[in-house]
Nanobody
Framework: QVQLVESGGGLVQPGGSLRLSCAAS????????IGWFQQAPGKEREAVSC????????YYANSVKGRFTISRDNAKNTVYLQMNSLKPEDTAVYYC?????????????????WGQGTQVTVAS
């Protein structure tokens, strides 16, 4: 059974940090580009970061550049999103998706598998 499971969300104060994990089972992440998306209430799912399967290239939305870092541990079949200097506007449900398109597509519909999401709330 193909499954992605996110974890690591929570409530954090502005300026704080969280590390999200996206663990895969039933398939190997090595062959997929893995993207992190955020979805705030009433808004569409938007790409935050992605790591390609071909050469490990990473991509970030302008709003998170310099604050978020994506990485993958193929031995653990897991991708991480380190989130530093968090802001209230980062508050959203964060989803990881797996795309067979190694180029890290920006559109959510290009992703083949999704996790259930993890809530990140940044508030004082």
């Amino acid at each position: 059974q193909v499954q992605l499971v996110e974890s690591g969300g929570g409530l954090v104060q502005p300026g704080g940090s969280l590390r999200l994990s996206c663990a895969a089972s039933g398939f190997t992440l090595d062959y997929y580009a893995i993207g992190w998306f955020q979805q705030a209430p009433g808004k569409e799912r938007e790409a935050v970061s992605c790591i390609s399967s071909s050469d490990g290239s990473t991509y970030y939305a302008n709003s998170v550049k310099g604050r978020f870092t994506i990485s993958r541990d193929n031995a653990k079949n897991t991708v991480y999103l380190q989130m530093n200097s968090l802001k209230p506007e980062d508050t959203a449900v964060y989803y990881c998706g797996a795309s067979i398109d190694s180029s890290c597509p920006a559109a959510a519909l290009e992703y083949d598998h999704w996790g259930q999401g993890t809530q990140v709330t940044v508030a004082s």
